[in-house]
């Protein structure tokens, strides 16, 4: 059983929830000291019923915990905070517990990336959750890119020593004018909701050192017209004058413009038999 618990504010523990956490013969847990500390505030004894599952061992307890669902085991899945499987551990537990033909139940509950959603005022009609963008190199930089583009609004996770960097890059891919909410420590006593553009995001954050873990809301990219052939032609020329090989050329219009290769080649085609 999955069972989502407080982001910060104790006080959103379902009933259901404590229900599950008192009657678990094993509670399966990303860091025993934080679930320590959830059961000794709800008065219940923890004794050796916690096993240990995070990011590091998730894929070798697999087997550990289909044994113990194989005797009978009453089973509960948390994290640190807010639903497991989210950026968390907890997806491979269900994949494989679901394979192995074992019920898998969920009690809901606190989610920082639904909370900051729907508080950030930007439209949550259609969102993408795209957790933590890569730290570097080119994985980083086609991630920004495909976020930037994307018309649906997106959400972000990001640790405090890296959202100064993380918000500058996707202003630089996005552009400043880009609407945007950072939201951090959500339900907790310095709870902070900040709401304007990527360039002032940057401007921001630089007042202060950021503190808590944040939750990056990014408006879609506004719609843009469908490319037609003089847009294709265009780009081709452009790519092609500059000296780079028709091959690269195709690749890099298809994808700019968002249009069939086959549209992209056959132009690429014309152009060179014109000379």
Same mark, same amino acid.
């Given at each position: 059983?999955?069972?989502?618990?407080?982001?910060?504010?104790?006080?959103?523990?379902?009933?259901?929830?404590?229900?599950?956490?008192?009657?678990?013969?094993?509670?399966?847990?990303? @860091?025993?000291?934080?679930?320590?500390?959830?059961?000794?505030?709800?008065?219940?004894?923890?004794?050796?019923?916690?096993?240990?599952?995070? @990011?590091?061992?998730?894929?070798?307890?697999?087997?550990?915990?289909?044994?113990?669902?194989?005797?009978?085991?009453?089973?509960?899945?948390?994290?640190?905070?807010?639903?497991?499987?989210?950026?968390?551990?907890?997806?491979?537990?269900?994949?494989?517990?679901?394979?192995?033909?074992?019920?898998?139940?969920?009690?809901?509950?606190?989610?920082?990336?639904?909370?900051?959603?729907?508080?950030?005022?930007?439209?949550?009609?259609?969102?993408?959750?795209?957790?933590?963008?890569?730290?570097?190199?080119?994985?980083?930089?086609?991630?920004?890119?495909?976020?930037?583009?994307?018309?649906?609004?997106?959400?972000?996770?990001?640790?405090?020593?890296?959202?100064?960097?993380?918000?500058?890059?996707?202003?630089?891919?996005?552009?400043?004018?880009?609407?945007?909410?950072?939201?951090?420590?959500?339900?907790?006593?310095?709870?902070?909701?900040?709401?304007?553009?990527?360039?002032?995001?940057?401007?921001?954050?630089?007042?202060?050192?950021?503190?808590?873990?944040?939750?990056?809301?990014?408006?879609?990219?506004?719609?843009?017209?469908?490319?037609?052939?003089?847009?294709?032609?265009?780009?081709?020329?452009?790519?092609?004058?500059?000296?780079?090989?028709?091959?690269?050329?195709?690749?890099?219009?298809?994808?700019?413009?968002?249009?069939?290769?086959?549209?992209?080649?056959?132009?690429?085609?014309?152009?060179?038999?014109?000379?």
């Amino acid at each position: 059983m999955l069972v989502g618990t407080p982001i910060g504010n104790l006080g959103d523990l379902s009933p259901r929830a404590v229900e599950a956490l008192t009657t678990a013969d094993t509670i399966a847990c990303e @860091d025993t000291r934080r679930t320590r500390a959830l059961l000794s505030h709800l008065g219940l004894p923890a004794g050796r019923r916690l096993l240990a599952v995070h @990011d590091h061992n998730e894929a070798a307890q697999v087997a550990g915990v289909l044994a113990r669902l194989d005797k009978g085991e009453r089973l509960v899945v948390v994290t640190d905070a807010g639903m497991p499987g989210i950026s968390d551990p907890g997806e491979r537990l269900v994949a494989g517990a679901a394979a192995a033909g074992h019920t898998v139940e969920v009690v809901p509950g606190p989610s920082a990336m639904i909370a900051a959603l729907v508080v950030s005022g930007l439209s949550t009609g259609r969102f993408c959750f795209e957790g933590f963008l890569p730290r570097k190199g080119a994985a980083r930089a086609q991630r920004l890119a495909e976020v930037a583009a994307d018309t649906r609004t997106i959400v972000l996770f990001e640790a405090p020593h890296r959202v100064r960097q993380t918000v500058a890059d996707l202003a630089g891919a996005a552009g400043g004018l880009r609407r945007v909410a950072l939201v951090r420590e959500l339900t907790k006593l310095h709870e902070e909701i900040w709401r304007g553009t990527l360039e002032g995001a940057v401007e921001h954050l630089e007042t202060k050192e950021p503190r808590g873990e944040f939750v990056v809301v990014l408006d879609g990219s506004p719609p843009q017209e469908p490319a037609g052939e003089s847009d294709v032609e265009d780009a081709l020329r452009s790519r092609l004058d500059a000296g780079i090989d028709k091959r690269t050329a195709v690749a890099e219009v298809t994808a700019a413009l968002r249009v069939p290769k086959r549209l992209v080649y056959d132009t690429a085609l014309r152009i060179t038999r014109e000379g």
